[in-house]
């Protein structure tokens, strides 16, 4: 099983549209969790961190279930610029290393 | 924010070369960085961690005397890949973070195309 899954898409959103992520990971020890995106042969940048209560960052919200080890990640009213990869991160328990998912693929058409 | 810069972005040479990429924290102290490496179409991989004053440790699977990591300061770690085949080339991503705490978000350089004629 891979340490971190993701759907790979793409999803094809019309621009306005809500969309929603989901991952999982396996290591029950994962203490952190992040969303990036990732733009067409650029670097990883940041999006939001995940908390386990939940969090808002103004059209982006972030959803952990530790019992079910399950990310997930909502744009609402999504824009042409939200069109990206949308990485699930987690750390590696002990270790501060980070492990990517493989991707989800956004498109937003307008 | 936090700035993490890397250098060069882009490499082009010939089979058998050394390659040395830069990695330095502008505006902050980086007491461990971090190696990564993502192939076509591929997650971003952990190779190693880069740890000021001391050895680093690397995953499993990469070989330590391919690639040389020195930390030699608290703002800038090398990663070096010696005699460089075309199987090496590959993104390659340093990343730093500015806190103590795994829940600090690590920043990430700009990133290194590195391509083996």
């Known amino acids: 099983r891979k340490e971190v899954e993701q759907d790979p898409g793409p999803f094809n959103v019309p621009e306005g549209a809500t969309v929603a992520f989901n991952c999982t990971y396996s290591n029950s020890a994962s203490q952190s969790f992040f969303w990036y995106r990732q733009d067409c042969r650029k670097e990883p940048k940041l999006l939001m961190s995940?908390?386990?209560s939940g969090n808002e960052d103004g059209r982006f919200t972030a959803q952990l279930n530790r019992a079910s080890q399950y990310i997930s990640l909502l744009i609402r009213d999504s824009k042409l610029s939200d069109s990206a990869t949308y990485l699930c991160?987690?750390?590696?328990?002990?270790?501060?290393?980070?492990?990517f998912g493989k991707g989800t693929h956004l498109i937003i058409q307008p | 924010g936090a700035v993490v810069s890397q250098h060069p972005s882009r490499v082009i040479c010939k089979s058998g070369t050394s390659v040395k990429i830069e990695c330095r924290s502008l505006?902050?102290?980086?007491?461990?960085m971090f190696w990564y490496r993502q192939f076509p179409k591929q997650s971003l991989m952990l190779m190693a961690t880069s740890n000021e004053g001391s050895k680093a440790t690397y995953e499993q699977g990469v070989e330590k005397d391919k690639f040389l990591i020195n930390h030699a300061s608290l703002t800038l770690s090398t990663l070096t890949v010696t005699s460089a085949h075309p199987e090496d080339s590959s993104f390659y991503i340093c990343?730093?973070?500015?806190?103590?705490?795994?829940?600090?978000?690590?920043?990430f350089g700009d990133g290194t195309r590195l391509s083996i004629l």
């Open positions: 991160v987690v750390n590696r328990g002990g270790a501060d290393g980070l492990t």
């Open positions: 990343s730093a973070k500015p806190g103590a705490g795994s829940n600090q978000p690590q920043h």
């Open positions: 505006d902050f102290q980086a007491t461990t």
């Open positions: 995940v908390y386990s």
